[in-house]
């Protein structure tokens, strides 16, 4: 016959959670991308060993005996939690906040040898213990209120929900500690056994919704993956197919008749085509890097590097743009300044906004590319006496989804990749990138950069 009881309650979810953990571990060997799966994986192992522990207390015990067990317990469920925690944290891309975790833990270290040696009060002990606990819980769930994405919205309110009653149990653990001073750790009453056991049933489902997230996380992966793609083809197919085919035209027209024209109608052709492969050069590389960037294959290296020799070398490449054009474009960078970056994205960077630049700045305007070094960065500026962006568009420029784009003042046609391309690498670089801009005035678009690691 099947009884409810403290042992049986807690062999349940010992078994439960070291399953869950398996099936995590697997996941993470499986996507070892997303971290935050190792984390969740070692909290719940951790959590399943807590509560095996608990199963083999040997209530009544000596001093050193209840120690060793009473603290195995304590720092194997604080533990759990505060990796569930930078789970959490890793997977919503925020820093993990060490010390915060490492005082839980420093915390649970200290109440154990205090109040098992030095004062050794059992109702003390566990109400410090769980009130660690209630704060641990407290915070998981503050975290889960706020979700990254909207797929993922009822999953993390339903799971804050559950961690929000896991919280009240640990918070009436300890106004109990504190008001009935229990003498035995192990709780045995009626009121603990099914408390635990609708607790066991809360992580159950805690631990479902867990899996959901995962599997609706890389469900999400996988169609932003196929936008991507169909974006890229679609790109494939017009933005370079039209160039290609001119180019074609052009080779055709030349191979048949080309005796039949004179100088000045093949140096105008030469010119249309230098833009052509020029441009069609561009849109490749940002194609290529976008396309990298999507798949999370771009790896950032950075070290020290100086500013004046990488900008000299995009605007060598420019300029046969440049001189198209006749505009007159001014380095305003010292000799000496370093910075801390990855050196192929921050070309990227530069030569995407001093394209950007050219193709929005009249015949004999003026570009300015200049670097100061402020307090621990150095901001990098691109300014130009162009044509300007409406203010209602500023907002569209660094975003992927919006695909925004417009034609330049000698009708260069843009594919809407370089400006999010660049947010991107300097983002990943510890940057950011800011645009002013002001209709018949000119742009301005700047980014800053670490100067040491």
């Not at 995590?24 to 070892?32: C, G, Q, R, V």
């Not at 050794?120 to 704060?135: G, H």
């Not at 960077?349 to 621990?376: E, M, P």
């Amino acid at each position: 016959m099947f009884v409810i009881n403290l042992y049986t309650s807690f062999s349940i979810l010992t078994i439960s959670k070291l399953l869950l953990a398996i099936l995590l571990f697997y996941l993470k060997f499986k996507i070892p991308s997303l971290k935050a799966i190792g984390y969740w994986a070692l909290s719940c192992l951790l959590s399943a060993l807590s509560t095996f522990v608990f199963l083999e207390y040997p209530y009544p015990a000596s001093v050193a005996v209840d120690f060793v067990y009473s603290f195995l317990f304590n720092i194997l469920l604080i533990g759990g939690e505060c990796f569930f925690l930078a789970g959490l944290w890793s997977f919503k891309n925020k820093n993990i906040n060490k010390p915060v975790l490492w005082g839980f833990l420093l915390a649970t270290t200290i109440n154990s040898i205090v109040f098992s040696f030095f004062f050794p009060v059992l109702w003390i002990r566990l109400s410090i213990n769980a009130c660690l606990m209630f704060m641990l819980c407290f915070i998981n769930a503050l975290e889960l209120l706020s979700n990254p994405g909207k797929s993922l919205n009822s999953l993390f309110k339903w799971s804050s929900f559950l961690y929000f009653l896991y919280a009240t149990s640990q918070l009436l653990r300890f106004v109990a500690g504190v008001f009935f001073r229990p003498v035995n750790p192990l709780g045995n009453s009626t009121i603990t056994i099914y408390l635990y056991f609708m607790l066991g049933i809360c992580i159950e489902i805690l631990a479902y919704n867990l899996i959901l997230i995962i599997m609706t996380y890389l469900n999400d992966e996988i169609n932003e993956q196929l936008k991507a793609k169909n974006k890229l083809y679609a790109v494939i197919a017009h933005d370079i197919r039209n160039p290609l085919g001119n180019l074609s035209n052009y080779v055709s027209i030349f191979k048949q008749s080309h005796d039949e024209w004179n100088d000045v109608k093949v140096k105008g052709w030469i010119d249309d085509m230098d833009k052509m492969t020029s441009n069609s050069r561009i849109l490749l590389e940002n194609l290529l890097n976008w396309s990298k960037s999507q798949l999370n294959e771009i790896i950032v290296q950075p070290r020290i590097n100086t500013l004046n020799q990488i900008i000299n070398n995009v605007v060598i490449s420019l300029k046969p743009m440049v001189d198209n054009k006749k505009i007159r474009l001014l380095i305003q960078v010292k000799p000496e300044t370093k910075a801390y970056f990855d050196a192929d994205m921050i070309t990227v960077v530069i030569r995407n906004l001093c394209t950007n630049a050219i193709k929005f700045t009249q015949a004999n305007g003026t570009i300015t590319i200049s670097a100061i070094t402020l307090s621990d960065k150095v901001e990098v500026a691109v300014n130009d006496d162009g044509i300007g962006i409406e203010k209602s568009k500023l907002t569209l420029i660094f975003d992927s989804e919006a695909n925004f784009s417009s034609y330049g003042t000698n009708g260069e046609k843009g594919s809407g990749f370089g400006l999010p391309l660049c947010k991107e690498f300097v983002e990943l670089n510890n940057g950011k990138i800011i645009v002013k801009s002001t209709m018949n005035v000119g742009s301005c678009f700047a980014f800053t950069l670490p100067i040491s690691p």
